[in-house]
């Protein structure tokens, strides 16, 4: 095998490892807290899709008005949401999708001021299929239990 062939199989073999695939979430929410929750869904990496596009990503768009923009669905005190439909994330090999969760009926000014980490935010990875997950209060911090699935 020559140079040239040996080159041209290894950029083949890359591109291969390097594309996108999909993976499709049912995803259920109770909110166990005081509070009302500000819920949507994020993911890692390109290709962007807009049932999937984080604060940080919308707030990079100068006609839209962070001080005016509602990211997410809210979430009332002992209420549920869940996804009417299966939504369908396009990932890169190791990419995750998410369900994050910030503490208060809250706009994208206030969003982009929670980092990831802090006590009024969880990132929650989905794992395809269903996700039946309960917000929750630990020591002043959001938590989330995933519950198991049900055979």
């Known amino acids: 095998m020559n140079l040239r062939t040996s080159a041209s199989l290894?950029?083949?073999?890359?591109?291969?490892?390097?594309?996108?695939?999909?993976e499709s979430y049912m995803v259920s929410v109770h909110n166990e807290t005081r509070s009302p929750l500000t819920i949507g869904f994020t993911k890692e990496g390109e290709p962007f899709q807009d049932d999937f596009m984080a604060p940080e990503?919308?707030?990079?768009?100068?006609q839209v008005k962070p001080e005016l923009y509602s990211?997410?669905?809210?979430?009332?005190?002992?209420?549920?949401?869940t996804t009417n439909h299966p939504m369908t994330a396009k990932l890169d090999s190791d990419a995750i999708s998410y369900l994050r969760v910030y503490r208060g009926h809250i706009n994208l000014l206030d969003i982009l001021s929670i980092s990831r980490g802090?006590?009024?935010?969880?990132?929650?990875?989905?794992?395809?299929?269903?996700n039946d997950i309960?917000?929750?209060e630990r020591d002043g911090r959001l938590a989330a239990i995933k519950r198991p699935k049900s055979e």
């Not at 802090?118 to 269903?130: C, E, Y």
């Open 10 to 22: 290894l950029l083949l073999t890359l591109a291969v490892g390097c594309g996108t695939h999909s």
């Open 57 to 62: 990503d919308i707030a990079l768009d100068r």
């Open 71 to 81: 990211w997410g669905s809210l979430l009332m005190p002992g209420k549920n949401a």
């Open 118 to 130: 802090s006590p009024s935010r969880v990132d929650v990875p989905l794992m395809p299929g269903n």
């Open 134 to 136: 309960v917000i929750t």
